[in-house]
């Protein structure tokens, strides 16, 4: 494909992308207005909060990606794994292929740890809430830190989808940047002979520079491109099995690229608090400072008068009777608003899943509460972690890896496939799927304990296996837990001891141990 095709998609999807600036501007403004990145390149230290009169969608927006990093991505923690795919099917082969794997996942997470990919992920998540989030990972030349993550706002890239509104291809466009500095941008990039003469004119020359990593279906591979936009010219021109991007989204429309997050479900009702808020702080202005008719009678001047404290007003005696200046009633009842301004908060809590068992800051907090918040969570944010487990989390671990191969940190035929080598999640979300399967296996312990009775109950399972599935749920390391055949013979010992003893072994009698003293007596022992 020559280099005016791919600059005809890159229009095309720019111009797609345009149409949800709008939409995406408005939801950054109420809920993340730091963050917003339009009007486009603002200046740093700009004030950007000025209209937001009400700041329960960014409390709430932040206290949900505190919850979606600690529930899929906890810091600090393994919240993913490799292990043995289905292909496997020899138990012991299995065993010692999860071995090297475990070691293999000990090195993602030392350069996962090691990099910035906590703090990053955090501001890929608040994008993610407002519909799409996009992350950049590329090799770090830090010895320190292997890998190097960015997240990328929605002005800053122009997503393109397939015929399955997947997103694939991405394309950037850089405007006006210093031709000096592409070399440093992109190190393989041939200047066109055009821009070598402006260079060599003028060191501070600028271009327009349009960079795309477009897929390939045919090759299954990415096509990465750099081209002038005034001359279509390729700059850079090479392929790679990986590509530096991950773009996901909270939930999409069918036929749509952009994604649709629990923000712009719930901007109506922000809106509304916004505007309901701000009404509200102008009748409070106007009932604390309300507003004063003063007489135009020649006499009084107004525009000298000022009421302040201990301040002598000179009236003339002709207007004793009458004062030059009186107050504008202007009041109105401010507890029906206020009420109003609390059923649209808990409305906009409720779409950003900011709803508690009971407020956090009681007092203690039990077991039980705990369970019934993760529960809730779960369950309300099940649609959107399927999402996020296809869109987010297997790009990110591919690419990880990808990198890893290339710096010789992990052996260069690891193939996640998902046969001979899958990716097993042990995020909180998915931890309590598995606590609830053992949850459901007391439960049924304990009704069949009831109705047959507990060694009978017992007999029902294979105990010999419930050891590793328990192990399995509750993400305890193998290592730690006997093989099924260990399990097997341990009950073997346990059942011969609680047998009775041969009775002809048993404990002599009273009678006989007297016949055996007087016997004794008898021989003068």
Request: hydrophobic fraction near 40%; charge should be negative; charged fraction near 25%.
């Amino acid at each position: 494909m020559d280099s005016r095709k791919l600059y005809k998609r890159f229009q095309n999807a720019k111009g797609n992308w345009e149409n949800w600036r709008s939409l995406y501007e408005e939801a950054y403004a109420f809920s993340i207005p730091n963050r917003n990145p339009w009007p486009q390149r603002p200046a740093e230290g700009q004030r950007k909060n000025l209209q937001c009169y009400d700041i329960t969608a960014v409390t709430a927006l932040r206290r949900l990606v505190s919850r979606l990093q600690g529930s899929l991505m906890p810091q600090g923690e393994q919240w993913f794994g490799l292990e043995a795919g289905d292909a496997v099917v020899d138990e012991e082969e299995k065993k010692v292929l999860n071995t090297y794997l475990q070691d293999f996942t000990d090195i993602i997470f030392q350069s996962l740890n090691d990099s910035n990919f906590s703090l990053v992920i955090a501001e890929v998540l608040q994008d993610l809430c407002i519909g799409t989030g996009a992350l950049m990972i590329v090799p770090s030349n830090d010895p320190q830190s292997p890998l190097k993550f960015k997240a990328a706002p929605v002005d800053y890239i122009y997503p393109e989808g397939n015929q399955y509104d997947e997103i694939k291809s991405v394309w950037r466009e850089f405007i006006n940047v210093k031709v000096v500095e592409i070399k440093e941008m992109w190190p393989k990039a041939k200047l066109s002979q055009a821009l070598e003469d402006r260079l060599k004119q003028d060191p501070l020359c600028t271009a327009c520079v349009v960079e795309g990593v477009v897929y390939d279906m045919d090759k299954r591979d990415y096509r990465i491109v750099v081209m002038e936009s005034s001359s279509n010219e390729f700059m850079l021109d090479k392929r790679s099995p990986s590509s530096p991007w991950v773009v996901a989204r909270w939930g999409k429309a069918s036929n749509e690229v952009g994604g649709r997050g629990p923000v712009i479900e719930a901007l109506p009702t922000i809106r509304s608090l916004n505007t309901l808020v701000e009404e509200i702080l102008r009748n409070a202005a106007l009932a604390t400072s309300p507003p004063w008719l003063a007489a135009s009678d020649g006499v009084f001047n107004p525009y000298l008068f000022e009421i302040v404290p201990n301040k002598v007003i000179p009236i003339s005696r002709q207007s004793m009777g009458e004062l030059p200046l009186s107050r504008l009633d202007v009041s109105s009842d401010i507890n029906t608003g206020s009420l109003e301004v609390n059923d649209l908060r808990q409305m906009v809590k409720d779409a950003l899943f900011d709803n508690p068992v009971r407020p956090v800051t009681a007092p203690e907090q039990t077991a039980t509460e705990i369970m019934i918040r993760q529960q809730q969570f779960a369950d309300e944010i099940g649609p959107a972690f399927g999402r996020l487990t296809v869109e987010l989390t297997p790009p990110v671990i591919n690419r990880v890896i990808y990198i890893l191969q290339r710096k010789g940190l992990l052996p260069p035929d690891l193939n996640v496939d998902g046969r001979q080598v899958q990716i097993r999640y042990k995020s909180p979300l998915v931890k309590h799927a598995s606590v609830q399967k053992v949850h459901n296996l007391q439960n049924y312990a304990q009704i069949m304990g009831s109705i047959m009775g507990q060694e009978l109950a017992m007999g029902t399972l294979q105990l010999d296996q419930l050891p590793e599935w328990l192990s399995d749920k509750l993400d305890v390391d193998e290592k730690l837990v006997k093989s099924p055949l260990e399990v097997r013979k341990l009950i073997q010992q346990a059942m011969q001891a609680a047998q009775p003893q041969d009775p002809g072994a048993s404990i002599p009698s009273a009678n006989s141990e007297a016949a055996s003293s007087a016997n004794a007596d008898q021989a003068g022992i």
